[in-house]
């Protein structure tokens, strides 16, 4: 199988220096996305599914050790890379008391980083021999209700993958496929969708867009801009201006 890695820094040219400088391929790894911030991370890691994170430690809206500490909890076998600079590392050490794999000073050498990612490698070889997508079958109705239980709760911002499923009593892999396969659309992009439904609903009524994100469950004002964006095809100011014109 292919390992999946995502990148969460705020920098944009130290996302991109770590895409190209890495022979993902040879590592037996695959890049599945990025986050400008642990928040928007946070929303997208379900649809994403990594199997190791990079996260930059000083970040906007919500740092590197603050996503850290959800995550983990979350998901556990997450293996957790730390990018710091070295005016941050002291403070980077306080994540000594999480789960993380290991720490890496920016910019970032090539040769290290291979390092590193080589020895993750071998140690997900050797956790992926644990037994595979145990529990209860998953039926169409289970997906008719979780589909009730995200309507009348995607105003809940820590609602995830993770936490549905363990609150019906699934495996989150396992769920998140039956969940595409009944539905057609990921978990991710259902959750988005009621959210973005209410959103349109509220800038019908020209509430503020910061106020619109909180009571949608997207604290994060410019991951909820560009989820606004995609859903609509229009920015949430141009939204309201259009409809108020009406």
Known sequence: ??????????????????????????????LVGE???????????D???????FVDISM???????????????????????LTGFDDFEYARQC?????????LKPIVRQEV???????????????????????EITTSDIEQIMQYLRDNFIDSNINLTSVAQ????NPSYLSRKFKQETGKS??????????????????????????????????PNYFGRCFKKYTGISYSDYISSHSLR
Request: with cysteine; net charge negative; hydrophobic share 45%.
């Open 47 to 53: 649809e994403l599914r990594p199997d190791i994170v």
């Open 187 to 220: 978990f991710v992009e259902f959750l988005i969708k009621c959210r973005m439904e209410r959103a349109i609903e509220l800038a019908g009524t020209n509430k503020k867009m910061f106020c619109t994100a909180n009571d949608v469950g997207i604290p994060d």
């Open 114 to 136: 291979t390092e590193v990612l080589t020895k993750i490698k071998e140690k997900l070889d050797k956790h992926n021999t644990r037994t595979q997508e145990t529990g209860q």
């Open 167 to 170: 609150h019906f009593g699934f």
């Open 35 to 45: 986050a400008e911030s642990g928040i928007e991370a946070i929303n997208i890691i």
């Open 60 to 82: 906007p809206f919500m740092n590197g050790i603050e996503f850290i500490e959800i995550a983990t909890k979350r998901y556990t076998d997450l293996m957790i890379i730390v």
């Open 96 to 104: 000594v008391r999480l789960p993380v794999i290991e720490y890496m």
């Open 1 to 30: 199988m292919m390992y999946r890695v995502m990148i969460i820094d705020d920098e944009m040219s130290a996302r991109r220096l770590l895409q190209v400088s890495i022979d993902w391929k040879s590592l037996n790894m695959v």
